[in-house]
Structures are given as structure tokens and as C-alpha cells.
């Protein structure tokens, strides 16, 4: 009987052993796949393309050759009305009767003066003078083009070329006006000063005058102010006015910008 219990523990202890020694060591499982990770796609920067220099429709270069105080060219887009712009650094009256070759001459040539203007264009008021002749050269067709009741809807624009750049400018008023010398009266760096001014302009009790007030400017603006003579009287003067509203190059992002 002891011989079958001594049996019975030994088959026991012998289960216990395997079981314990079963525990005792890792059993295979079978890892989890990790999640998935979609790629991180990263964009390649577009190479920019440099921005070419800005060329003047205008070859100065060879105009500067023959007088250095050409330093600029007027055009009235839609116009015949297209010349160079002078400005002697000595004598502000010299290009009333000289023309851009320097030669003596009636009709004179479009002209700014040294003395109340720079040439960059960058002073709130910049004036051009220029002679009001009868055969309709120099600025002899300014009365007849805005004057009064006329229609200048599509010749509203007044480009200003440098050698650099090219302003526009978008006629807003055309009007008689006294002949005082507006840049001695006004001082367009005080606003008060140039809002009086505007109100010359805007105020003006005359049939002649001819306004387009959806453009008109304020004191913000920077003004190019075409003066000749008043046909039916010499002793007052003709203005066409325009504020700038457009510089080419402005910025070396897109090429054009408003002003």
C-alpha cells in the first residue's frame, strides 16, 4: 500500500516540476505589427526667379549725351503730346525760349525749375511748363483736349519715364487758374497749405473748369501739374492736374504697385 502512495507523490511532485519549470520559461507571442506612419512629404521650394532690372522705353543714355538736363520724358497716353522734360540746374526761366539741344527757340521745351523741384518726382507738387503754341506742339493742345466740357475720360493718363522707373498719374482737374507762382505761395509740405490749394482748385466759380471728382486727390497725393498759358488770356495761366497712382518698379515682387 505505502509502495502505491510513495507512487502517487512521486508522479506529483513529478507534474508539479514540469509545471513549475513550463512557467519558468518565456513562451513565443507573436508581436503586434507597429501602426503605420504615412511619410512626411516635403515640398521643394520653388526656385524664384530674380526680378530683371527695370528698362526705360526711353534711351536716356543717348539723350543725356546730347544735354545732361534732359532727365525725364512726358507722355499724354492717347496723345501726340510726347517730350522730353528738362531742367537746367542755373537758370530756371532758360528753357522758356531754348530748346533740348540748347539752341535758342520760340516754343521752348517742356521744363521744371531747380529751384522749387527735384528730379526724382518725389515732391507732393511737381510742376512742368511748357509753351501754349498755336500750330498745337509743346502744350499748345492742352485747352482743347480738357477745357471745359470736354470728355478726357480716355486720355486721363500722364506717364512720367526715368531711367530708372516710370510714374502714373491720373488727371483728376483742368482748370483756368490765376499766375502766381503756386510752388512760392503754397507750401505743400504743410498739409493746411496744400488742402488751400486744392481749394483754389476745387472752388473755382468758372464754366472752363473741368473736374472729375471720382479721382480727385487730397493731401496724401503727390501732384504733377502740367502749366501753360490761358488762351483768351495771356496773363492767367491753364492747368491739368493729376495725382499718382501708379509707379513701375515699386516692388521687386510683383512688378506693380499703386503709389
Known amino acids: 500500500m505505502k509502495r502505491w502512495i510513495y507512487l ?19 513562451r513565443h507571442v507573436t508581436p503586434e505589427p507597429p501602426p503605420m506612419v504615412e511619410p512626411e512629404v516635403i515640398e521643394e521650394p520653388e526656385p ?11 534711351d536716356f543714355a543717348a539723350l543725356q549725351a546730347k544735354n545732361t538736363d534732359i532727365y525725364a ?16 540746374p542755373d537758370a530756371d526761366e532758360y528753357y522758356l525760349n531754348h530748346n533740348e539741344e540748347k539752341q535758342w527757340a520760340q516754343a521752348g521745351a517742356l521744363f521744371s525749375q531747380a529751384r522749387y523741384n527735384s528730379r526724382d518726382f518725389k ?5 512742368i511748363y511748357g509753351h501754349r503754341q498755336n500750330d498745337g506742339t509743346m502744350f499748345g493742345d492742352l485747352q482743347p483736349l480738357y477745357l471745359g466740357d470736354a470728355d478726357y475720360s480716355e486720355i486721363n493718363e500722364v506717364v512720367i519715364y526715368l531711367p530708372e522707373a516710370e510714374l502714373h498719374y491720373r488727371i483728376f482737374a483742368a482748370v483756368p487758374y490765376s499766375n502766381e507762382h503756386i510752388l512760392y505761395m503754397y507750401d505743400f509740405s504743410d498739409s493746411a497749405d496744400y488742402q488751400r490749394f486744392l481749394d483754389t482748385v476745387y472752388d473755382l466759380d468758372d464754366y472752363a473748369a473741368n473736374y472729375r471728382m471720382e479721382d480727385a486727390a487730397d493731401t496724401d497725393d503727390h501732384l504733377l501739374i502740367l502749366e501753360t498759358c490761358l488762351q483768351t488770356n495771356r496773363l492767367r495761366r491753364f492747368l491739368v492736374i493729376g495725382k499718382l497712382v501708379e509707379t513701375i518698379p515699386v516692388s521687386y515682387i510683383d512688378g506693380r504697385n499703386a503709389d
Open 8 to 26: 502517487a507523490a512521486g508522479i506529483l511532485c513529478a507534474a508539479a516540476c514540469i509545471l513549475l519549470l513550463w512557467k519558468a520559461f518565456p
Open 73 to 88: 520724358w512726358l507722355t499724354i497716353t492717347g496723345t501726340h503730346i510726347t517730350y522730353p522734360v528738362l531742367q537746367n
Open 48 to 58: 524664384q526667379q530674380e526680378e530683371e532690372p527695370y528698362r526705360s522705353p526711353i
Open 123 to 127: 515732391d507732393p507738387v511737381t510742376i
